[in-house]
């Protein structure tokens, strides 16, 4: 099959290194053949699949499981990420180089789901995973912060009264990690950074030579905590929608590469889950299919990144980051490659019902966006072409 990509931009595939597939144990919100149908229409061949499923992934025997079954439907390539712990408790470390040495090649491992409280277990785990060549991924909150009813700071939350994740526990979590990396020399990798103090934080470290780098999510580069004023649920994510100057400075950190790369954080839940009060739904809101159009609207519209950052930000930096091989080196005339072709004049509203996901949390429902994926190729064949998938 051929692409006519005539007036489009010819991308590198895109990497998603945080998606939520819920496979197993939630396959009524998400599968893994929905959720790689949707990461094909939004331009990704490559996705990093959480370890917070039910088992969760802290052995060999599922993460070799994921990626057979994300090869077998074979519309992107399926990466799961390991569990940092096993275990309810997660007080010991899991069996990383197991993971890492099996089928999958397990090459980043995150604590998302399962928070690191022990700091000197988070130090084991990153000289592990040195030795291991692998990255630790911070799920970058600290839960001891979130208990109670600490409102996060942001003005409306604040007086909407609603409890969440304040900049402290994200912070402090981000701050101790460096650290940590620095003294251990592993690799952290910050998972949805959402605040200014966040990007300062960053920015330190990184000047200090530590080997971090992090992720932000579409959602947090362009929803602020006004939307919040509904209640609706849908808004509702970990961390949560933060200030307009958070939205600033995270926009102003990824042009300029202190923030390292887009992830999306795509998280199904079923719709039971979100219509429910804000208080007791669960966080978490899709992305795979809205990523490439958000960050048109946030981050090209303005100039702020053309499209050879768009290239860098959503897929080189993130291959890179986790050891991707031949993603982003120049290919050869006949080569099969990872590619994405985005039409940046289109416009589209995005409609709920329509997305390839078995859930339909989208923040975006009805918002009429900028540019579009047209097409995408997995190693030469196409995976999804005009908003359809190609399965093998
Ligand atoms: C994620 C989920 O639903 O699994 N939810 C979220 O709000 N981001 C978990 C997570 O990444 O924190
Ligand atoms: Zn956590
Ligand atoms: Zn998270
Ligand atoms: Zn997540």
Redesign the pocket.
């Known amino acids: 099959e051929t692409v006519d990509g005539g007036g489009g931009v010819l991308l590198p595939g895109f990497v998603d290194l945080h998606t939520?597939l819920r496979e197993p144990g939630r396959e009524d919100t998400e599968t893994i053949e929905t959720g790689s149908a949707a990461a094909a229409l939004g331009g990704y061949t490559a996705v990093f699949a959480?370890a917070?499923t039910d088992p969760v992934a802290d052995t060999a025997v599922l993460t070799d499981h994921v990626w057979r079954r994300g090869q077998a439907v074979g519309l992107v390539d399926v990466h799961p990420v390991g569990a940092v712990t096993v275990g309810l408790q997660g007080t010991q470390l899991a069996e990383l180089g197991a993971m890492a040495d099996g089928d999958a090649h397990v090459k980043m491992f995150s604590d998302?789901?399962k928070c690191v409280h022990d700091p000197l277990l988070m130090r084991r785990a990153l000289e592990y995973a040195r030795g291991l060549g692998v990255l630790i991924a911070q799920?970058a909150e600290e839960p001891r912060l979130t208990v109670g009813a600490i409102a996060h700071e942001g003005p409306n939350a604040a007086r909407l009264g609603l409890a969440g994740w304040p900049r402290s526990a994200e912070e402090s979590i981000v701050a101790r990690d460096a650290i940590l990396a620095r003294d251990a020399g592993g690799r952290v990798h910050i998972?949805?950074a959402s605040t200014a103090g966040t990007v300062e934080l960053l920015r330190w470290a990184k000047a200090q030579g530590i080997a971090i780098t992090a992720e932000v999510t579409p959602h947090h580069l362009l929803l602020d905590d006004s939307r919040l004023a509904t209640y609706d649920a849908v808004n509702k994510?970990?961390p949560p929608l933060r200030e307009d100057s958070d939205c600033v400075a995270l926009r102003a950190a990824l042009a300029e590469g202190v923030i390292d790369c887009v992830a999306t954080?795509h998280?199904p839940?079923a719709e039971q889950e979100k219509c429910c009060e804000f208080a007791a739904a669960?966080?978490?809101m899709l992305g795979l299919q809205t990523a490439l159009s958000v960050i048109a609207a946030t981050m090209v519209a303005d100039g702020a990144l053309d499209w050879r950052g768009v290239a860098r930000v959503m897929s080189e930096r993130p291959a890179a980051i986790v050891g991707l091989p031949d993603q982003g080196r120049p290919i050869a005339v006949g080569e099969p490659a990872n590619l994405t072709v985005v039409d940046p004049d289109a416009t589209w509203t995005v409609d709920a019902s329509a997305l390839a996901s078995r859930s339909a949390n989208t923040p975006f429902d009805s918002m009429t966006l900028p540019a579009r994926v047209v097409a995408t190729v997995l190693r030469g064949r196409v995976t999804a072409i005009d908003g359809e998938v190609r399965a093998r």
């Open positions: 939520h959480m917070n998302d789901g799920h998972c949805h994510v970990n954080d998280a839940h669960r966080p978490g």
